[in-house]
């Protein structure tokens, strides 16, 4: 089922529960029985809180309980992280707790970074902790550094 609810002028929440064949509440195949959505307008924060039985914070099989982003002024998502259900920064499934991206003014990405559940470098799934480059004068994208997470060079 499906529910809204205005969480306060700032924010507005969704709820999600999974449910049978029977209409019971049940488990999904990452082990939660439901999701809380919410989206705080004043920040562009996008927060998605995976519950148990009795809605409370559940973290599931992919090791964490919540996943947040933000979105700029374009729609880009320039932060997304991975927290446990106390709001603790914890290593998602790819690897990093966080990435930061970065855009141009025509909203293309230009930057990277991937960050641990300490907010150090850490190698993203590709293997190198972030890079950097521009778009030239065909669009074509030109990058300009890729580093690991100790800063070093990768190119």
Known sequence: ???????????????EYYMDENGER??????ACGHITTFYTVTNVHEELFIDENDKPFTIDAGYAMYQYENDENGNVTWEGYFNAFGGAVTGPDGYSSVERSFDTFGRMIGERYLDNRNKLTNGPEGFA???GYYDENGSLVVTSRYDKDLNDMM
């Open 26 to 31: 049940t488990r999904a195949m990452n082990g």
């Open 130 to 132: 972030g890079w950097n």
């Open 1 to 15: 089922t499906y529910d809204y609810d205005l969480y306060g002028k700032n924010a507005q929440r969704y709820y």
